[in-house]
């Protein structure tokens, strides 16, 4: 490891730890932790790929496989439906075991879904694809809930959101990349043999990609740096763990009003993000049939303008400190935004929704991180992986619902009617944020340590 030391803590604080001294002496940062962040990112955006890659072409894979588009659906949802139940499970995996083992296990299922779906391209092969899918989505419980404790265990206190927010990126990469490569890579060809061989080629690049991937997490990825790389760190891996009940910091958790305020308010902004990623190839070409491109461009967009407002809410948040401030008017710009996108869509101008797209996406995406960040305020000094699990959990039960309520009523009464379901549930989502007391325990323990 470079050695770039912190200067050491005072004596007081070494004592305090009960033999910490050693460890808080030689705080270094490893010239490894950028690789093992980068492979991280990697292996997040191969998954993220292939959550949306059915659904960025809804219609081409509804005739490929002759299934409903509610079938297709389903291929999305799995990846919602599957973490609920097993991300309480893999969280305790992650304390008791370590990084290096979810990190294993999730590039390795990534990996292993990518060449089961290689076996389904054949039209009565549907159920090997879905197959394939459940093995990504069990990927992916072991790979969403890493970005901070990766960042915590491997980075300087100095670079610790910069590094989180470069893991969340990567996900959001894999989502936009599922947007924009399958449309350019499987034209809407009606020889279903034509259509089998282009599906191919995206499968077969992908399994490729994920394996090599998995490679490399074995021979790089490692549990820790030699040295700790903050002071923090160092008293955290010095501590004896014995005294940490999983169980007791879920419970606290819950009974925090404002915490679950946010919970729920997180779950129905990120839900309906879900639900308009799914179902964003059948609204685009509902109104401009032979699109498909253009509607995986529409939801590049999306992903795009919202990493710049993850990137732009991170830093003003860093310098303003205005967690709930910031949190309203972001909910009230995704509200406003969904607004405009549905009584656009139906204008006939292909650009109208790209601007309004983009506008939408700026807010609703750039919201994800905010989410995090103000929960690990109002939860310090419970672990940021639990919060942010729960999180993930009211995000993915949300997703589900409006998915599955918006593909119904828009098969019903439109695209329209659809939306405006999601509007009324950001409205909801704004007013109960309006309620939620800015009780910023981490900024308080930081003004009284100083």
């Not at 927010?165 to 020889?191: C, K």
């Not at 710009?333 to 405009?340: A, D, N, T």
């Amino acid at each position: 490891g470079m050695v770039l030391q912190e200067p050491a803590g005072p004596p007081s604080l070494s004592t305090a730890a009960g033999g910490a001294a050693d460890a808080t002496a030689e705080v270094q940062l490893s010239r490894l932790r950028w690789a093992v962040l980068l492979l991280f990112s990697s292996y997040s955006l191969c998954n993220a790929f292939q959550w949306i890659q059915y659904g960025s072409i809804n219609n081409v894979f509804v005739r490929f496989y002759d299934v409903s588009a509610f079938a297709i659906d389903w291929l999305s949802m799995s990846y919602m439906l599957i973490y609920i139940p097993l991300l309480f499970p893999v969280a305790w995996l992650l304390d008791k075991r370590g990084l290096r083992l979810i990190a294993l296990a999730g590039s390795a299922l990534n990996a292993m879904g990518a060449w089961v779906k290689l076996g389904s391209l054949k039209p009565h092969l549907f159920p090997v694809t879905v197959l394939g899918q459940v093995i990504c989505a069990l990927a992916q419980v072991f790979i969403l809930g890493l970005p901070s404790r990766i960042a915590s265990v491997w980075f300087g206190s100095h670079e610790v959101s910069t590094a989180c927010s470069i893991a969340v990126f990567g996900n959001q990469l894999g989502i936009a990349a599922g947007f924009l490569v399958p449309p350019v890579l499987i034209p809407n060809v009606e020889d279903v043999e034509k259509l089998a061989y282009h599906i191919s080629i995206m499968f077969f690049m992908t399994a490729g990609v994920a394996s090599a991937l998995f490679i490399l997490v074995i021979i790089v990825f490692k549990e820790k740096p030699p040295n700790p790389p903050s002071r923090a760190q160092a008293l955290i891996q010095s501590r004896p763990t014995a005294g940490y009940s999983y169980m007791q910091s879920i419970l606290r958790l819950l009974r925090n009003a404002n915490f679950l305020l946010l919970m729920v308010t997180y779950g129905l902004n990120v839900g309906c993000f879900y639900a308009l990623s799914t179902l964003l190839n059948r609204m685009v070409i509902h109104h401009y049939p032979g699109e498909e491109v253009n509607a995986g461009r529409i939801g590049l967009t999306i992903i795009l303008s919202g990493m710049v407002g993850a990137l732009i809410s991170g830093i003003w948040l860093d310098k303003t400190g205005t967690y709930k401030q910031t949190t309203l008017v972001v909910y009230i710009m995704s509200l406003v935004g969904m607004i405009v996108y549905t009584f656009t869509l139906s204008l006939g101008h292909l650009w109208v929704v790209f601007v309004t797209a983009g506008s939408l996406g700026f807010f609703m995406t750039g919201y994800l991180p905010l989410g995090f960040e103000f929960a690990a305020e109002l939860t310090y000094p419970e672990s940021e992986g639990t919060s942010s699990g729960l999180l993930n959990v009211s995000a993915q039960i949300f997703g589900i619902a409006f998915t599955i309520g918006q593909g119904q009523i828009m098969d019903r009464f439109g695209t329209k009617a659809g939306n405006l379901l999601l509007c009324s549930f950001l409205f909801l989502g704004t007013v109960m944020t309006a309620f939620i007391k800015a009780d910023l325990r981490r900024q308080q323990a930081n003004l009284e340590n100083e």
